[in-house]
């Protein structure tokens, strides 16, 4: 698999994991909104309109506009129904009332007050119930967000490991198949199966090691052709001949000089004439006149 690939899935994936917890979250945030709004909107509101009625109940010796008071609040608690049993309070509520403007009697508010405080309680125990709803709501999202958010965090080690020493392992070993070859060792070879832009590279790497390697091989083989060649040409000369190089290092030496100096080939190849000469008194001869 290309490199490519592979980062492309890691990040992709990546990617995907942290829209998915984005949109979780939202969602989640969204419900929360929708919860928090039915606690602090309709039954908060059902409460409000219950406790202007009840004022209004408090102050109808005193306050003309009372009644008023309280028929506004009941008309809105009409309109704000939200809970079940609640409209059977309310309009039992409405009833109530109609009895109370036509006799305001103790009773008739006390009965007014029993009415309110169910409508009260069935929005108390409805906030309750939300908030337990919304409690739950709250859970749910920071566990799931907690899971995808473990999961991201993951995903992203797995590529921060994973992914650097892919590349750096082939680049490592090409370094140092790249200071072999400098090294003139030509037989080494790479081989990266993981991936396929390094496979390439290791194949590319391959084709000149073995150029190189065949190269050698018959440049070698050229010159040992050629060193042959040349020692039949010395060895075919009557006369003895020795080759020397500036540092006075025998280079090579035919059959007559062997002979004639009573030396084998093996002593004096790569031998220092200088130190031959001590033991050889015609060798010794011949570099004296060398010298002169």
Not at 30 to 55: C, F, H, P, V
Not at 95 to 124: A, G, T, V, Y
Not at 217 to 244: D, F, M, R, W
Request: glycine fraction near 2%; charged fraction near 25%.
């Amino acid at each position: 698999m290309k490199i490519k690939t592979k980062l492309t899935s890691g990040i992709g994936l990546l990617f995907m994991i942290i829209v998915l917890l984005g949109v979780l979250a939202i969602s989640y945030i969204d419900k929360l909104a929708d919860d928090t709004k039915n606690i602090l909107s309709d039954n908060y509101n059902s409460l409000d309109y219950a406790k202007g009625m009840l004022y209004a109940l408090d102050n109808l010796e005193t306050d003309r506009e009372a009644l008023n008071i309280f028929m506004e609040n009941l008309e809105k608690q009409r309109l704000n129904i939200t809970e079940i049993n609640e409209s059977e309070a309310t309009d039992r509520l409405a009833r109530h009332f109609k009895l109370l403007d036509e006799n305001p009697s103790e009773q008739n508010i006390r009965q007014l007050r029993l009415d309110l405080n169910q409508i009260m309680s069935l929005n108390m125990a409805s906030i309750q119930r939300n908030s337990v709803i919304a409690e739950d709501t709250a859970r749910q999202a920071t566990l799931w967000i907690s899971i995808i958010g473990i999961c991201s965090v993951g995903i992203a080690l797995a590529l921060l490991l994973l992914f650097p020493s892919q590349i750096t392992r082939p680049i490592s070993e090409l370094t140092h198949g790249i200071v072999e070859i400098a090294h003139r060792n030509y037989s080494k070879r790479l081989h990266f199966d993981s991936t396929r832009e390094f496979n390439e590279v290791a194949t590319s790497f391959n084709d000149m090691a073995e150029r190189l390697e065949e190269y050698q091989q018959s440049s070698l083989a050229t010159l040992l052709s050629s060193k042959k060649y040349l020692e039949a040409i010395v060895n075919s000369i009557h006369e003895p001949i020795i080759g020397l190089n500036h540092d006075r290092q025998i280079l090579f030496v035919n059959n007559e000089a062997l002979t004639v100096l009573n030396l084998k080939r093996e002593q004096m190849i790569h031998q220092s004439a200088d130190e031959l000469s001590l033991k050889n008194d015609l060798l010794r001869r011949l570099i004296r006149e060398l010298v002169h």
